[in-house]
């Protein structure tokens, strides 16, 4: 018996399509915080019934990326203090970690790939670019932690940046920053050095020193 045709592959298909490219444009701080999203908006975005764009936001409100009041109304995150230093503490307990783990793996190309990444951090920062900014600075923390072969811990971390990216945007214009991060140059110099205790101190810094400015 010829098997019936599946109608819901190409709904799954749509809906990890915009899944992942809104999930993208909220780590990367492409969406400011407390900004408001319709599943008809999404839709309309990403050329998608509504079908594809709720299950999209459903998944997206599960990692906390976004937000569902009781009325209904989604939004992207707007944390408190708490939920800040929350991260930060994650952040802080888990990427050391997995700097440790890569570097045992810390050839020469990676550092010469990082070192080429960092090039590209400073750019976006002489343009002010704050989105250019946050995918690079995170393309250079997730380029080092691909080497720690730790693929749970860096899922986590993962959630960790999704949750943050809005806040991210919100920092990046509060710090007016007008150079590169210098702790980048700090993990590099350790990476080269095989300098383990400096590693976990300059990335511990480096992800947890900015975004403890934003609580007041």
């Known amino acids: 018996m010829k098997a019936l045709p599946r109608p819901t592959d190409q709904t799954v298909v749509a809906h990890e399509r915009v899944y992942r490219a809104l999930r993208t444009r909220i780590m990367h701080g492409d969406i400011p915080p407390g900004e408001p999203l319709t599943l008809r908006g999404i839709g309309k975005t990403y050329g998608v019934s509504m079908t594809p764009a709720r299950e999209a936001v459903r998944r997206l409100v599960a990692e906390g990326a976004l937000f569902l009041s009781s ?6 995150a707007v944390l408190s203090n708490e939920r800040i230093e ?3 503490t994650l952040r802080a307990l ?6 440790t783990r890569a570097l045992p793996r810390a050839h ?10 960092n090039v ?3 750019q976006m920062v002489a343009r002010h670019d704050a989105t250019g900014y946050i995918r690079m600075n995170l393309e250079f923390h997730r380029t080092l932690y691909l080497r720690a072969q730790a693929p749970a811990i ?3 971390v993962e959630t960790v940046w999704l949750q943050l990216g809005p806040t991210m945007r919100a920092l990046y214009g509060r710090l007016n920053r007008t150079e590169p991060p210098q702790h980048h140059r700090l993990i590099l110099a350790a990476l080269k050095a095989g300098d383990d205790p400096g590693l976990r101190l300059s990335v511990r810094t480096d992800v947890t020193q900015g975004l403890r ?4």
């Open 120 to 122: 590209g951090v400073s």
């Open 86 to 88: 929350e991260l930060a």
């Open 94 to 99: 888990l990427e050391p970690e997995l700097a």
């Open 213 to 216: 400015m934003l609580k007041g």
């Open 108 to 117: 020469f190309a990676l550092i010469e790939r990082l070192e080429t990444i």
């Open 154 to 156: 860096l899922a986590i």
């Open 71 to 76: 009325s209904g109304r989604v939004s992207t």
